[in-house]
C-alpha cells in the first residue's frame, strides 16, 4: 500500500515539474525574445552615436573661418526694381569679447547652452532630451542647438526645419570646435545673432534698444538682449514690452539659479523699468518703412520667421511702385506744411492698390517713421465722414434707384435725428447724382430711409469694412470708424465692375542663388456689386472730381471719388480711383483734436490724392473706364421717374387737406345746428304747440390720419448682423 502511494506521489512530482517547466520555457522565451530586442536597441543606439562621434571627430577645420565674413543679405525690392530695405550682418562695428560685459555672456550661457564650455559643438544628451519632450508634447516645444550649432546655422545654413539641415548644423558646429577656440566662438557668435528690430549683434541691439553702447547696459537691458536669439520678433519690446519682459525675467532667473548673480541682483534686476530708445537707428535707413514692416507681417503669416528672413539672404520682390511712393510721401509733407500742419500730431496716411491684380501699389502710414512708427493704415480707426455716403448710393442703386431719379434736398427728421446740409443750403428737388456730387447730407438721410440701414450694413461688409458699424441711420453720414485700408478696398469695387479685390504686398521670394521658394498666387476675388451698380457710380463719383467738392482732386484724366469730412472737423478723407489704381487718404491729428479751420476732404487729402495719382497713373495715359454709358440728365422729366420724398410730401399735404375739410364740417354743423334752431322758436311761437323735439345732427367724422407715426431709431444691433 505505502508503496503504491509513494509511486503515484513521485509520478504527480513528476508531471509538476513538468508543467513548470514547460510554463518556464513558455514565458522565458517571451521575456528572452524581449530582452534581446533591448538589449540589441542598445546596441544599436550606442554602435550609432559612437560611429557618430567617431565621424564628427574626424571632420577636418574650416579654412580662414576667423576671416569669414557673411555677405549674403536678404534684400527687398520694388516692382520697378529700387531697394527699399537691406537687412545687413554689419551695420555696427564688430565688438571684441574683452569688450562684452561678463554679465551678457553668463546671461547667454545659461539662456542658449549652459554646457557651453564642456562640449565639442553639439550636446547629444540635450538632443535626445528635447526630443522626448517633443514627442510627449506632440509638438516642437524644446530645441536643442548649441551656441555652436546656432552659429553655424548663421554663416553657413538657413533656418528651414528639417532633418537634413539639423545633420549639416551638427557636422559644421564640429568642425567649428576644431578650427577655433571656445571664447572665438562666443566673439562670433554674438557678433552675428540677429536679435530682432535689424540688429545683429549684441551692440547693434544695445544701440536699436536703448540707444546706447554694450559696455553702457545694466544687468536688466543685457538680460533683455539675452533673451532675444528664442524668438527675436516675439520678444523685440518695441513689438511686445510684456513678452519681453517676461522673457527677461525668466533669464534673470536661469542666471540666478547658475548662481551668476545674487538674490538681491535678481531681485532688483527683476523690478527694473525697461527704458527703450526713443527712435529705432535701424529704421531711419528705409525707404518705404511702413511698407516694410507690411511686407515682414505678410511673410511671417506665409511661414517665414523674422530670423529666416533677414539672415536667409533672400530677394524679396513686393508690389510697391516706388515712384509713386517717393510721389506720396512728398506730397504728405508739402501739402500738411503747406496748410499749417507742421506739429508732429498733425498726420496724414495714403494707401493705393490696383483693383484688377491687388497689388498694393503706395503705402503710407504716417508723414515720419523715424518719430511714430504707428501705421495709420492697418491700425487707425477713424470716421470717414461724407466718404461713407456711396456705400449708402450703391446700396440704394442696387435696389433700382436711378442716379436720374430725383430726391427732396430739404430738411428731414427721423425719429429724433435732424441732419443738415453744410451751410444750411437747400436746393429742394435735385437728381440723386447732384446729391451725391454736392453731398447734400440730408439726401443720405433720405436714402438710408428708403433702402434700409441693414441693406447698408450688408453692402458695407461684402465691400470689405470690417470694422463694428452701429445699426444706426446716422451712419449714411460716416459716423462711425473704419481702417484706411479696408475703406480704400471697398472703393474698389466701384473701380472693377463690382469685384472686391484682396490687396498684397509679396510677389515672390528668391534664395541667393536664384531659386523661387515663393511666388504669389492669384489673389482672391469675389463678385459683390452688379456691373450697372458700379457703371452708376463711377459715372456719379466722376461728378464729384469734376464739378463737386472734389475739384481739387483732378488729374485731367479719367477719375472718380469722393470727399469726407466729420462735423467736428476732426477727420478728413478723399478716396478715388482710376481703371487701374484706387488710392485713399486720411489726415487728422493722432490725439483726436480739431484740425486747423479750413481743412476738409476736398482740400489738404484731394491735394495730396492729386499729386500722388499723377505720377502713379503715368504707366496708363488716360484711360477710360470700361463701362456701358450711363447718361446723367440735368433735370429729370417723364412719368417714369421716381422722386424720393416726395410720398413724405403728400403725406403732409393728404394731412392739411383733412384738417381743413374737418373745419369746414363743423362749421357747417353749427349752421344747421343754429337753423334748426330758429324753425323750432317760429313753430313754438306760431300754434303755440308743444315744443318740439330738438334734433341733434351727427357730428362730421373726423377723417383718420395718414402722418406716419415716428418709430425710435433702433440702436442695437440686430442677432441676425452680428
Not at 524581449?34 to 550606442?46: Q, S, T
Request: hydrophobic share 40%; net charge positive; charged share 25%.
Amino acid at each position: 500500500m505505502s508503496k503504491y502511494y509513494v509511486n503515484r506521489n513521485s509520478k504527480a512530482k513528476e508531471m509538476a515539474k513538468a508543467n513548470i517547466s514547460k510554463k518556464s520555457k513558455k514565458e522565458g522565451g517571451f521575456f528572452s525574445t524581449l530582452k534581446f530586442i533591448f538589449i540589441m536597441g542598445c546596441a544599436c543606439l550606442l554602435a550609432g552615436v559612437a560611429s557618430l562621434e567617431l565621424y564628427l571627430s574626424s571632420l577636418p577645420p574650416i579654412n580662414n573661418l576667423e576671416q569669414f565674413k557673411p555677405n549674403i543679405v536678404t534684400k527687398i525690392y520694388s516692382s520697378d526694381d529700387e531697394i527699399i530695405k537691406t537687412f545687413t550682418a554689419y551695420t555696427y562695428e564688430k565688438i571684441e569679447l574683452k569688450d562684452i560685459p561678463d554679465n551678457l555672456k553668463k546671461a547667454l550661457i545659461a539662456t542658449e547652452d549652459k554646457n557651453f564650455y564642456r562640449h565639442h559643438g553639439y550636446d547629444l544628451t540635450g538632443l535626445a532630451r528635447s526630443m522626448v519632450q517633443n514627442v510627449i508634447a506632440g509638438r516642437v516645444v524644446q530645441g536643442a542647438s548649441t551656441i555652436t550649432q546656432q552659429l553655424a546655422r548663421v554663416l553657413f545654413l538657413n533656418n528651414e526645419r528639417t532633418f537634413d539641415r539639423k545633420l549639416k548644423e551638427l557636422f559644421i558646429a564640429a568642425r567649428i570646435e576644431k578650427t577655433i577656440s571656445k571664447d572665438q566662438i562666443l566673439e562670433m557668435y554674438m557678433n552675428n545673432v540677429y536679435l530682432g528690430a535689424g540688429a545683429y549683434g549684441v551692440e547693434a541691439a544695445a544701440q536699436i534698444y536703448f540707444d546706447k553702447h554694450l559696455k553702457d547696459c545694466n544687468l536688466s537691458e543685457l538680460a533683455l538682449i539675452a533673451g532675444l536669439p528664442q524668438a527675436p520678433s516675439v520678444y523685440n519690446p518695441f513689438n511686445n514690452m510684456d513678452l519681453a519682459v517676461q522673457r527677461r525675467n525668466q533669464v534673470l532667473l536661469r542666471m540666478f539659479k547658475m548662481r551668476y548673480i545674487t538674490r538681491d541682483e535678481y531681485e532688483k534686476a527683476k523690478e527694473e523699468k525697461v527704458h527703450l530708445a526713443k527712435v529705432p537707428q535701424f529704421y531711419t535707413t528705409n525707404k518705404a518703412p511702413y511698407f516694410c514692416d507690411y511686407v515682414l507681417k505678410e511673410l511671417e503669416s506665409l511661414g517665414f520667421d523674422e530670423a529666416e528672413i533677414s539672415q536667409g539672404g533672400y530677394k524679396v520682390v513686393t508690389t510697391l511702385n516706388y515712384k509713386a511712393q517717393k510721389a506720396a510721401d512728398e506730397a504728405i509733407s508739402k501739402n500738411l506744411i503747406n496748410w499749417g500742419l507742421r506739429g508732429e500730431k498733425n498726420q496724414a496716411a495714403v494707401f493705393a492698390y490696383s483693383p484688377i491684380d491687388g497689388k498694393i501699389l503706395v503705402y503710407s502710414g504716417g508723414k515720419d517713421y523715424t518719430k511714430s512708427q504707428y501705421d495709420r493704415v492697418t491700425q487707425a480707426v477713424r470716421p470717414p465722414g461724407s466718404a461713407f455716403k456711396p456705400i449708402v448710393y450703391a446700396a440704394a442703386m442696387e435696389k433700382g434707384i436711378s442716379p436720374n431719379d430725383m430726391i427732396e434736398d430739404r430738411p428731414i427728421t427721423i425719429g429724433q435725428w435732424s441732419p443738415h446740409n453744410y451751410g444750411n443750403k437747400y436746393r429742394g428737388n435735385i437728381p440723386v447724382y447732384t446729391a451725391l456730387m454736392v453731398s447734400s447730407n440730408v439726401c443720405a438721410a433720405r436714402l438710408i430711409k428708403e433702402v434700409g440701414i441693414r441693406s447698408v450694413i450688408q453692402i458695407a461688409r461684402v465691400l470689405g469694412i470690417e470694422t463694428p458699424l452701429e445699426y444706426d441711420y446716422t451712419i449714411a453720414l460716416g459716423s462711425n470708424g473704419v481702417k484706411l485700408f479696408e475703406f480704400t478696398r471697398a472703393y474698389g469695387a466701384f473701380a472693377n465692375g463690382g469685384y472686391v479685390v484682396q490687396p498684397y504686398s509679396v510677389e515672390r521670394v528668391e534664395t541667393s542663388r536664384g531659386k523661387v521658394v515663393y511666388r504669389a498666387p492669384k489673389t482672391k476675388i469675389s463678385h459683390q456689386l452688379s456691373m450697372n451698380t458700379a457703371a452708376e457710380m463711377t459715372a456719379m463719383m466722376r461728378t464729384v472730381i469734376t464739378n463737386g467738392t472734389g475739384r481739387a482732386a483732378n488729374i485731367g484724366k479719367p477719375a472718380a471719388g469722393k470727399t469726407g469730412t466729420t462735423d467736428d472737423n476732426k477727420d478728413a478723407y478723399f478716396v478715388g480711383y482710376t481703371p487701374h489704381i484706387v488710392a485713399g487718404v486720411w489726415v487728422g491729428n493722432d490725439d483726436n483734436t480739431v484740425m486747423t479751420k479750413g481743412v476738409q476732404g476736398g482740400t489738404v487729402p484731394a491735394l495730396i490724392w492729386r499729386d500722388m495719382m499723377k505720377v502713379a497713373t503715368e504707366p496708363y495715359g488716360k484711360a477710360e473706364f470700361n463701362y456701358p454709358e450711363v447718361k446723367l440728365m440735368p433735370f429729370a422729366a417723364g412719368a417714369n421717374v421716381k422722386i424720393i420724398g416726395e410720398e413724405e410730401e403728400e403725406q403732409e399735404t393728404v394731412q392739411q387737406e383733412a384738417d381743413n375739410s374737418n373745419v369746414l364740417d363743423e362749421q357747417t354743423a353749427q349752421t344747421a345746428k343754429e337753423a334748426v334752431e330758429n324753425v323750432v322758436k317760429t313753430i313754438n311761437a306760431d300754434k303755440k304747440a308743444e315744443p318740439v323735439k330738438q334734433v341733434q345732427p351727427a357730428p362730421a367724422p373726423k377723417p383718420v390720419s395718414t402722418q406716419p407715426v415716428s418709430a425710435p431709431i433702433p440702436m442695437a444691433v440686430p442677432a441676425g448682423m452680428h
